[in-house]
């Protein structure tokens, strides 16, 4: 049985929700159907098997830990948020234990994700242990969340700026990234703006 951490991102500055007229702090502590945003992300990576469930706080971070108060996770600051995504990811890893078999990262601005979208992700890379990376495919597209294995995790202290977990899968040949099929807008929906936000509103109903 593989063990797999879960690792949420939510150190951003929000600069283009604030940029549209956003008044909160961070874009994570904007109400979606009566909970902050960065909520939906935590509480399906604690509905999933991933353990520990570590979530990288770094702009507006006690908002954010306000937000997620409550909540059985690890959190840990990355004091260079504002270097860019690759620093949240490094100290995402860094928190980790060393016995993980890989970790499912997560932007905190999707709320579509559900627990059941990381599991998927989770037991395709179970069958298959060998693979270096798991994401999920919608309509073609490739979304977020993504596996990575621990055996990529020495490649994250590599990456700089705002490069993620996509940046790693672009090198990636083809028999070693797995893709899992998915219905409806897990992958895709994110909240970039307060009009994403409206959006969100729709798609989920809430």
Known sequence: MVKIAAIIL???????????GGLETT????????KPLARYAAEAALASSARPVVVVTG?????????LRGLALNI????????GLASSLRAG???LPGDVDGAVVLLADMPAVTGRLIDRL?????????ALAAAPVQGGRRGNPILLAAALFPAVAQ?????????????????????APID????????DTPEGLAAARRALKI
Do not use: Q, W, Y
């Open 10 to 20: 939510a150190a951003g500055c929000s600069t283009r929700f604030a940029a549209a």
């Open 27 to 34: 874009k994570l502590t904007a109400g979606l159907g009566g």
């Open 59 to 67: 702009h507006a971070s006690a908002d954010v830990e306000a937000a």
């Open 76 to 83: 840990v600051f990355n004091a260079r948020f504002f270097s």
């Open 93 to 95: 890893i860094a928190a």
């Open 122 to 130: 989770i037991a395709k890379f179970a069958e298959r242990p060998e």
């Open 159 to 179: 990456l700089e700026g705002d490069e993620g977990a996509r940046r790693l899968l672009d090198g990636l040949p083809a028999e070693r990234l797995l893709e």
């Open 184 to 191: 409806g807008e897990g992958a895709t929906l994110d909240v």
